[in-house]
């Protein structure tokens, strides 16, 4: 697996104007981002309501194709993500089941409902949970939200609509400060969900707009470096299995006792979870 590390943006909506992305992922770049995931969705709860269009095999689309990114990847790392908008446990048959769902990199699921917040936390197979400005406020209990954190699974504020939208931005702060009397703000990450160029903010503009969201300076930068780099690598041993093997090059920086330039494994064990058959890490 290739070395993760900088400045992540886990939440790019995937827009059919490609231009408009490029102009986005080219501003990350300039604004010191170092990997940056595309994210689709889809809506289980439309799908649910229309039986009639319901189709025999995946329910899932296979991710687009980013060929057409392909000139700014020596730059940036770019990856897939899909996010799963869904109001009750229904949804883990269709997961379960599915061929496409393994293709992309990154999972999140959006629950609707208090039912589907407490499944995403307790037994959602994906890595990140995400929520809803323009839904009503949902309570997530402390026991459930201490459950998501032993699972390793990151809740994630977005920034960008607090930007351009006043009700939206008091959502966003009450449930970033909701976050912090569940469980003192652990396993957070934040990401734009930036539909245009203009939405984007800098790594440090971001890490002093995370003291609003009621983080600390350091959690604040975690959100965007260390708390987004064990998402990535969550979601490689949910695809892969459950240890990761990180290659990298020791430098006299790095390390006293090493020599410069020597390649060496480093193998990170992760528990088996017991609520799911499929190997995960934690």
């Not at 490609?18 to 102009?23: F, I, P, S, T």
């Not at 609707?112 to 949902?138: P, R, V, W, Y």
């Not at 931005?169 to 976050?179: N, T």
Request: hydrophobic share 30%.
């Amino acid at each position: 697996m290739d070395r993760i590390g900088g400045f992540c943006d886990l939440c790019i909506p995937y827009t059919e104007n490609h231009n408009d992305l490029k102009e986005i992922v080219e501003t990350l770049i300039k604004l010191g981002y170092k990997n940056a995931a595309i994210e689709q969705q889809f809506d289980n709860t439309v799908f649910e309501k229309n039986k009639s269009t319901k189709r025999a095999g995946d329910v899932f689309q296979p991710p687009v194709n980013l060929n057409f990114l392909e000139q700014f990847r020596k730059d940036i790392k770019i990856y897939s993500r899909l996010t799963i908008i869904y109001s009750d446990n229904s949804i883990s048959h269709h997961m379960g089941t599915s061929l496409n769902l393994k293709k992309y990199d990154i999972i999140a699921g959006l629950p609707k409902t208090e039912a589907g917040l407490q499944h995403c936390c307790q037994t959602f197979n994906g890595d990140i949970i995400s929520f809803n400005t323009d839904e009503k406020f949902m309570k997530c209990s402390r026991k459930f939200y201490k459950l998501a954190v032993q699972r390793n699974v990151f809740f994630e504020i977005q920034y960008s609509p607090a930007i351009l939208d006043r009700s939206k931005r008091r959502c966003i702060i009450r449930k970033a400060h909701g976050y912090y009397s569940l469980g003192k703000s652990e396993n957070i990450i934040i990401s734009s969900g930036a539909t245009s160029a203009f939405q984007l903010r800098g790594p440090y503009d971001i890490a002093c707009l995370g003291l609003i969201f009621g983080l600390s300076e350091e959690q604040s930068k975690n959100s965007m470096r260390n708390n987004c780099r064990s998402v990535l690598l969550r979601a490689s041993g949910r695809r892969n299995g459950c240890t990761v093997v990180l290659s990298s090059k020791t430098t006299a920086e790095d390390s006293d006792s090493e020599s410069s330039g020597e390649e060496m494994d480093v193998e990170v064990p992760c528990k088996k979870l017991k609520y799911s058959s499929r190997k995960m890490i934690e």
